[in-house]
Every structure is written in C-alpha cells, then in structure tokens.
C-alpha cells in the first residue's frame, strides 16, 4: 500500500464515531488466537464512558497455524468469511459463509493462509424467559433479504434470526450506484461496519466521509448517520448492532 509522505490518512475517531481507513492498520496479536494476524477495528477503548463501544470487531489475516477454540468467557461471537475458505470442525466455510457462537462454546475454527475473516464479539445479556440460541451456520446466498423499506435498489439481508434470544444483529446491505438510506437514522443501537466493496459518501454526526472497500465504521447510539452510494458498482456493507435487550440493562432473574 502507497503511504503519504506527509502523514495523512482517512482515519477520523471522535467521540460518537469512527472511520479506520486501511492505511493506518497495525497487526496485533489476539487472546484466545493462535498465530493469528489481526487488526482491532473497533473497542471499547476507542471512547470514554457511555460513548465508549460495547463490542469488538476485528480481522484476522490467516496463515498455515492459524486456528481458534473460543472466545472470551460469556463472549458471543460471529465470524465472516470475506475472503478463502475456513475450516470448522472439519467443515468448510467458503467465502461469504458465517458461523455464530454462543457463549462458552467450544470448537476448532481454522484460517488458512489466503483467507480473511471479520469477527464481531460482545458479552452476551441473557434475557428472562429466553435459551441461549445453539451454534449456527450459514451463508450470505442462504440468507433472508428484502428490499430496504420497500426499495429494490437497496437490498437488506438478515444473516440471524430476528428472535429474542440473539442479543446481536448481523446484516449486509447492498446499494446500487446513486442510491441512498432514505433519511438520517439516529437511534438507540450502535453499529459496526465493514465496507465489503464498492464506494460512497457516509455522513456521521454532522461531518460527510468519502468510503471504500476495506474501511471499518463505529457509530455509538444515537449518532446520526445517512450513506449514499457512488461509482460505477454496487456497493456493500456488513454491520452490527444491539437488539432485543432492556434499555436499563436490569439482569436477568
């Protein structure tokens, strides 16, 4: 990748919202990974306070050891393929194929060299009267998708169940040149963002960021937030958000 000698970059964090442009990426190393090469995309170190994010995204770059058995205790967990093909259990997951975890679950997933993958994890929040959904696989092809408020030019697809038990929502979005959200969302869930192709503009709070492929987004609740897309292709995103739990966060009995 060109650098700027003059140290510029597209990357912008401030206090409801970021823009990790790939330019400034640093590998690190992982808990519960082995031999793997990650980039931190999104933590909750990158705010202060109730700003800060309540997740983790990340992408781990495979090599010829690379595997994980679980993640952190009462860690959820969401693994995408963007790229090659991993392995679970001895199965395969091809290129826009996913796995969800539960909690506490325990597998072997391993990641090649050649492949990439995108990971979204946070504490899971057990809801009253609700069972921990069981593992689930699947793919982007297999996936629910409906127009987006009724517009065939953008197209939603829903990779979870939309069932109380899943405290996390995983979707893509897909947008032909020239087409918008049609009005500035502001709401209670947060979001994390992977733009997997394609270019646009995406307004954050009151500024306006020219995206591409490879760039990650964090928007804290209530961030207002609008995108249009650009070019000459279709542009697509995958993103997280929060749903299904109390706004006070009282535990479970």
């Given at each position: 990748?060109?650098?700027?000698?003059?140290?510029?970059?597209?990357?912008?964090?401030?206090?409801?919202?970021?823009?990790?442009?790939?330019?400034?990426?640093?590998?690190?190393?992982?808990?519960?990974?082995?031999?793997?090469?990650?980039?931190?995309?999104?933590?909750?170190?990158?705010?202060?306070?109730?700003?800060?994010?309540?997740?983790?995204?990340?992408?781990?770059?495979?090599?010829?050891?690379?595997?994980?058995?679980?993640?952190?205790?009462n860690v959820e967990r969401l693994?995408?393929?963007?790229?090659?093909?991993?392995?679970?259990?001895?199965?395969?997951?091809?290129?826009?194929?996913?796995?969800?975890?539960?909690?506490?679950?325990?597998?072997?997933?391993?990641?090649?060299?050649?492949?990439?993958?995108?990971?979204?994890?946070?504490?899971?929040?057990?809801?009253?009267?609700?069972?921990?959904?069981?593992?689930?696989?699947?793919?982007?092809?297999?996936?629910?998708?409906?127009?987006?408020?009724?517009?065939?030019?953008?197209?939603?697809?829903?990779?979870?169940?939309?069932?109380?038990?899943?405290?996390?929502?995983?979707?893509?979005?897909?947008?032909?040149?020239?087409?918008?959200?049609?009005?500035?969302?502001?709401?209670?869930?947060?979001?994390?963002?992977?733009?997997?192709?394609?270019?646009?503009?995406?307004?954050?709070?009151?500024?306006?960021?020219?995206?591409?492929?490879?760039?990650?987004?964090?928007?804290?609740?209530?961030?207002?937030?609008?995108?249009?897309?650009?070019?000459?292709?279709?542009?697509?995103?995958?993103?997280?958000?929060?749903?299904?739990?109390?706004?006070?966060?009282?535990?479970?009995?």
């Amino acid at each position: 990748m060109q650098q700027s000698p003059f140290g510029e970059t597209r990357t912008r964090v401030e206090f409801n919202h970021a823009l990790i442009a790939p330019d400034g990426h640093v590998v690190s190393p992982l808990v519960c990974w082995d031999n793997a090469q990650a980039v931190v995309l999104i933590s909750p170190t990158m705010g202060h306070g109730a700003a800060a994010p309540r997740f983790v995204q990340y992408m781990v770059d495979g090599s010829s050891s690379c595997e994980t058995h679980h993640a952190e205790v009462n860690v959820e967990r969401l693994v995408y393929v963007l790229e090659g093909a991993a392995t679970l259990d001895g199965d395969s997951l091809a290129a826009d194929s996913f796995a969800w975890f539960p909690p506490n679950d325990r597998y072997r997933l391993e990641v090649p060299e050649s492949t990439r993958v995108l990971v979204f994890e946070k504490v899971y929040e057990p809801l009253s009267g609700n069972k921990v959904p069981q593992r689930m696989t699947g793919s982007l092809a297999a996936s629910p998708k409906a127009p987006f408020l009724g517009d065939p030019e953008a197209m939603l697809a829903t990779l979870l169940p939309v069932e109380p038990g899943f405290d996390m929502a995983v979707n893509v979005f897909e947008y032909t040149p020239g087409t918008t959200l049609p009005f500035v969302e502001t709401h209670v869930m947060e979001h994390g963002l992977y733009m997997r192709s394609g270019q646009g503009v995406y307004r954050l709070g009151d500024r306006w960021y020219p995206v591409q492929q490879g760039d990650s987004i964090w928007m804290a609740s209530y961030c207002p937030q609008w995108f249009v897309a650009m070019g000459k292709e279709n542009a697509s995103y995958i993103y997280y958000k929060d749903i299904h739990r109390p706004l006070l966060h009282q535990p479970a009995t």
